[in-house]
């Protein structure tokens, strides 16, 4: 039986396997090809809401707050742009706000899809966390935390939370209000927002910090959002857009179907494909696909992770490279609250727990660095496949989220 895996934007390896052998192969769902037909269908009829052309007036100003990591927002921007325009809205008054990239990587221009007559005028601004003229008090919660979010948000008429719902290990779930807070906010409320996330916690229980940007987005009454569900390739699986929670509510639905991987018991070798993204694959993708794999995995085993990464690892990998993942430089990574904690624990955890072998266009004298084995080619990847222990493939990783579950 032959198994294919993609990963990266041209990245794909056949492999050849035993039938006899244990094994399961998931790959995430087949991205949408209208996307555009699909998203102006549920503007049209959105869920649990008016039409979003009833729903605003032409001489509103109206920001489209951006979650990070959304795919295909170009196509989402000219989509409700197309809505907004029928109404009357002038581009003048739309803003596309976005938190900075991770790691200081550069974003694309959403605006790139828009009709050429009108591209310049919609306003896009990447949101500056440390400067406080661009920030303004919105409220104070039930816990008493003062809340300080982007000017712009709490001047518009109407806000609309684009973005992705996807497995976070801090919140759960990703998506509609994580567009707002904390990323929309100041450096020192998304500095204290960085964490290792909750390993013993399923994505449906309840987490404090969720609680609290739902509280935040209910403070600026927020109530319309554009929300895709991940698909393969880097694509979008389906959209929905609507009334926050009901659009969140049918969004963690798909998520859990498409994206939820159950297994019976823990495997000896996980094959962990890191799916193209807009941006680049990065050390966040890495390390989600990592802890994906450390939950079912046994101790001991093999993990072979497949990815095009091409970036320097950030401050707290670094860190961890120089002190070769002592429990000291854990401590100091963890003290340093950079944006790339997560991630470094998470490559720290999984390397500590497996044999760790990574293929990307990285140094190799890097990676051994970091405490994994390089590959170099494709074919050595390969060679680490022939056997007959049990094992998962898993597409599309940085979306997965993994069980030991006995049916």
Known sequence: MQVELSYGAQGRLPIQLDPQRRFVVHRGPVS?????????????APIDFPPLEQACLPDDRIVLAVDRETPCLADLVAGIWEVLAQRGVQPENLLILQPPAAGGASLADPRRLLPDTIRSLVAWKVHDPADPKQQAYLATTARGER????????????????????????LGCRGTHTAFYPGLSNAETIAGARGEGHRELD????RP???TIDEVAWLLGTLFAVQVVPGAGGGVADVFAGASESVLRRGRQLLSEYWRVPVPERVDLAVVAIDAAEGGTTWDHVGAGLASAQRIVARGGRVVVLSELDREPGPALELLRQQQFSRESLA???????DDMLSAMQIASAAEWARVFFLSRLPGDLIDDLSMAP????REALKLLTGEESCVFLGGAQHTWTEIRQE
């Open 32 to 44: 949408r090809g209208d996307l555009r037909t699909r998203l102006k269908k549920q503007l049209v």
């Open 147 to 170: 809340i300080y979010l982007a000017r712009d948000l709490i001047d518009a008429e109407m806000t609309i939370a684009v973005g992705a719902v996807t497995f976070d290990p801090l």
């Open 203 to 206: 994505p449906d229980d309840i």
């Open 209 to 211: 910090l969720r609680q």
């Open 332 to 338: 100091q990574v963890r003290r340093l609250g950079t």
């Open 375 to 378: 590959l170099e080619h494709e």
